[in-house]
């Protein structure tokens, strides 16, 4: 009850949103491939957004070191975990199934320095990244110098090192940086939920930048709509949170409780996927046709939602060792 349960419904839409960017077999539909696109531009950045605003909303004043061991046990753990139970699946099923982004067992030991497991891991390491410097900020006024620069760093001409993601948390920060601003500035989100105007015009530049970006081949107006539909993604993601929160009780349960499996079903859903498009490959289901691919799409989809959560309601958490291997404890 002391949690924002707007901040945990955009959790339980986002967490959606990545299951769904991550499906995209070779045969896809025109359309389909253009809103993957563009859900691609902005449902990581709405997941660091809600993470930077319920660390700021209820960051406890640990010391440096419990701060940090909590952390690691949170986050690097399962990482760890997911890794290596992903690495080994693939290894032991490429013979008999089509397996995405194949691995050896030397990717057992790339996982200490890069998300070898799967690309998507990256959110992982910047995210603990973050945590490793975000107690050093620790006024409004750092916080909010940390904002600016985050905004500025990801267009200085450096290539960033993938060691430890650490390019993707270049350009993600900010976003965390957002989240801890708007926890930090209560009058900003009264302003934004009592203005008409300003909760509809965003959402025509959104419908007009997300067109835009999908057909333009000029590639300076591409970039500045790629740019700038992140911040518009997140706010559209949060307003359909708070009208959520009002008019659809049910539908706010079921994002909550999606909100708190969101962790497992980030680090298990590409498994279950890639399992349910395997056999779907292996059946030779795959076709041109839509309506096929519509019923494809949502198994696979579903999977990938469900079954985590299944793992960590009857499994995981009925185990102790498990629960602290997934960062559940």
């Not at 982004?101 to 200490?112: D, E, G, R």
């Not at 110098?145 to 905004?151: E, G, V």
């Not at 993601?237 to 708190?260: D, E, G, R, W």
Request: hydrophobic residues 50%; glycine residues 4%.
């Amino acid at each position: 009850s002391n949690r924002s349960i707007t901040f945990d419904i955009i959790k339980g839409l986002a967490i959606i949103l990545v299951v769904i960017g991550h499906f995209i077999p070779e045969n896809s539909p025109y359309l389909y491939v253009k809103m993957r696109e563009i859900i691609y531009t902005f449902h990581m950045p709405t997941f660091l957004f809600a993470s930077g605003y319920i660390f700021m909303k209820y960051y406890k004043n640990d010391s440096l070191k419990s701060f940090y061991a909590k952390k690691f046990n949170r986050l690097i753990v399962p990482y760890l975990t997911a890794s290596v139970i992903v690495i080994s699946i693939k290894i032991l099923t490429e013979k008999f199934l089509s397996v995405d982004n194949p691995v050896t067992a030397l990717s057992y030991l790339k996982i200490f320095y890069i998300p070898e497991a799967g690309y998507f891991l990256w959110y992982i390491w910047s995210l603990f990244t973050i945590f490793l410097i975000i107690p050093f900020f620790n006024t409004s006024k750092k916080r909010f110098a940390l904002l600016i620069f985050s905004l500025i760093i990801p267009h200085i001409p450096i290539d960033w090192t993938e060691i430890f993601s650490i390019r993707q948390t270049i350009l993600m920060i900010q976003y965390f940086a957002i989240g801890i601003f708007i926890a930090e500035n209560h009058h900003i989100r009264q302003k934004l939920k009592s203005n008409p105007a300003v909760l509809i015009t965003p959402l025509i530049f959104a419908f007009i930048l997300g067109f835009i970006y999908s057909n333009c081949n000029i590639v300076q107006l591409a970039f500045i709509c790629k740019s700038t539909i992140p911040y518009l993604g997140i706010y559209i993601v949060s307003l359909l949170a708070l009208i959520i929160q009002q008019y659809c009780k049910k539908a706010t349960q079921s994002l909550v409780f999606l909100s708190s499996c969101s962790f497992i079903i980030y680090l298990l859903h590409t498994t279950f996927e890639g399992f349910t498009k395997a056999l779907f490959n292996k059946l030779s289901i795959y076709g041109n046709d839509t309506l096929q691919f519509c019923i494809v799409a949502i198994t696979v989809i579903l999977t990938g939602i469900t079954l985590p959560i299944i793992c960590q309601k009857m499994i995981i958490e009925k185990s102790r060792i498990l629960k602290t291997l997934f960062g559940l404890k």
